[in-house]
């Protein structure tokens, strides 16, 4: 299936998982949020929230801003 | 100096940092050291897997308590989606509420930002929010919960200080929450203003961490801050047309 993770398109398998997809852009599970479809998916169900064809999957940290 | 209290928290410096501008976190490090604040703003982006080292890691060595903003949303419902990925991914429900109107000014939007704080507040969020210097939004803001309200001096980056005093003046004389003068600080006698003029605070990130000496900078502004807050507990003179003689007139 195909994802689009922080705007990047990714062939993926099936089933997928929002912990999985985390995986591709980081080992780091403190500090960083999920958005999968702008719905926030917390660090709790991660490993349990399978990914769909088509989900966009935000993953995000803080920078320096402000 | 006497503390400041937002939504009952304390904090003995009364400057709020930001952290957008500086060149690398040793300066920002060096920065923040030297200004003594204990509370500092941070921006949600896309993480970046290149990206080496972390705002985050300078801020928790040095104690400093982390507010996250909504820099970069231009609708209510980005802010509330980047509020929640905020608490989720720093563990606070604090947020700077920051919904900009257009990336010429980034003014803020009255419209989306009111929305988007009472959707906030609802949440159980601690919401400060970034506004035009306007008295009456400031009051409605209050009025829907905001544990703050934060107006701005002038545009963000700007370095134009306070561009309407009157109106600060006007905002802090009705306000029962801490007002904290945001954007468009210069320099030090611009954060000594805010203070004078009553502000309960000031929050400044690019008068510091783009001057050329920034930790220089932060230091004028720790001092800016605590002078502009004990000229206006001690109450300045009138503003008088003529002299008023300090010595005696008769020999």
């Known amino acids: 299936m195909k994802l689009l993770i922080n705007g990047s398109p990714h062939d993926v398998p099936d089933g997928m998982t929002v912990a999985q997809a985390v995986q591709t852009l980081t080992t780091a599970t403190t500090g960083v949020a999920v958005a999968v479809n702008d719905e926030v998916v917390t660090r709790g169900s991660w490993e349990t929230t399978a990914l769909r064809d088509s989900d966009r999957v935000e993953v995000l940290t803080a920078v320096q801003g402000g | ?251």
């Open chain 2, 1 to 251: 100096m006497d503390d400041l209290i937002i939504a009952g928290e304390k904090f003995s410096s009364r400057l709020i940092m930001g952290t957008g501008g500086a060149p690398s976190l040793e300066v920002l490090d060096q920065a923040l050291a030297a200004s003594g604040t204990e509370l500092t703003t941070v921006a949600m982006r896309r993480l970046d897997p290149a990206a080496r080292g972390s705002v985050l890691d300078v801020l928790r060595e040095r104690g400093i308590k982390v507010l996250p903003n909504t820099a970069g949303c231009f609708t209510a419902g980005d802010a509330v989606l980047t509020a929640r990925l905020a608490r989720e991914a720093l563990g606070t429900a604090w947020v700077k509420l920051e919904v900009i109107a257009d990336e010429r000014t980034l003014l803020p939007d009255p419209i989306e930002t009111f929305d988007a704080a009472e959707r906030l507040v609802a949440d159980g969020f601690t919401v400060l929010p970034y506004i035009g210097d306007d008295p009456a939004l400031a009051r409605r803001l209050e009025q829907a919960g905001c544990a703050a309200v934060m107006p701005l001096g002038a545009p963000i980056g700007s370095g134009l200080g306070i561009r309407n005093p009157h109106n600060i003046e006007l905002i802090v004389e009705a306000a029962g929450v801490p007002v904290i003068l945001d954007a468009g600080i210069g320099t030090a006698s611009d954060a000594a203003l805010a203070m004078e003029l009553g502000c309960d605070a000031v929050l400044l990130a690019t008068a510091v961490t783009r001057a050329q000496r920034p930790d220089v900078m932060a230091t004028a502004m720790r001092e800016a801050v605590r002078a502009g807050r004990l000229a206006r507990q001690a109450g300045r003179i009138p503003r008088r047309r003529y002299a008023e003689a300090s010595s005696p007139m008769t020999p």
